[in-house]
């Protein structure tokens, strides 16, 4: 089993506002920072602790891993939580990722259809599992390449835990800095996870209109 051991967020800036209004706050989440508080006492300092310092009822709506960054929306009542979770779940919100990973994709694009599911011995790592695994689908499409990299575009259709991360391993080019599904050597490629939220569209209960949020990527 993998363990969160050492826990040290960063400190500034303290909280990226990237829009507010009286029911939705959303955030660009910095690599390193926990979505909501872990269960030990010293995993408490997260993003929507944080937002609760400077808005009022602020709940999480969906999460990003600890190492991934970009966009976030909370809510900031409960009717739009209700409403902008029930959107998660029924798949009518729209997010796009960038990441770069290792190797040289042979194709432009494509899309990875294989089910998911908890590597439980080892959690929280998840694996392939084509029978009891979960349905997860990505689309995904070059970018750039650069020296011995590719960065993409990520498109998930579903939202499993560590979804993009295990495509890209299954399909030989793990995202760079990831210290969970790398080998050493592309997890020293990079002081970071090289996998950011760049884009989250979805449905604003109060405006009545669809909205997009864009986070710059930092690497």
Not at 89 to 102: F, G, H, M, N
Not at 165 to 178: K, N, Q, T, Y
């Amino acid at each position: 089993m993998h363990t969160l051991t050492h826990y040290t967020p960063p400190r500034e800036p303290w909280l990226k506002v990237l829009y507010d209004d009286p029911h939705l706050l959303v955030l660009d989440k910095q690599s390193g920072l926990l979505s909501v508080p872990g269960k030990h006492a010293d995993h408490k300092d997260c993003l929507e602790s944080r937002a609760l310092e400077a808005f009022a009822g602020a709940r999480i709506i969906h999460r990003l891993d600890m190492e991934t960054s970009g966009v976030i929306a909370m809510a900031l009542d409960k009717e739009t939580h209700r409403q902008i979770s029930k959107q998660f779940e029924r798949r009518k919100t729209s997010k796009t990722y960038i990441a770069r990973l290792a190797g040289v994709t042979e194709k432009e694009e494509g899309t990875i259809d294989l089910p998911l599911i908890c590597d439980w011995p080892n959690r929280p790592r998840q694996m392939v599992d084509h029978i009891n695994g979960k349905s997860a689908q990505t689309l995904w499409r070059v970018l750039e390449r650069e020296q011995g990299t590719t960065r993409v575009e990520f498109t998930p259709i579903t939202g499993r835990s560590h979804q993009l991360r295990v495509h890209a391993l299954s399909i030989g080019h793990p995202i760079l800095g990831d210290n969970l599904y790398g080998t050493p050597e592309t997890k020293a490629a990079a002081k970071r996870l090289q996998l950011h939220a760049q884009k989250l569209t979805l449905f604003h209960p109060a405006q009545e209109k669809y909205v997009t949020f864009e986070a710059p990527v930092p690497f």
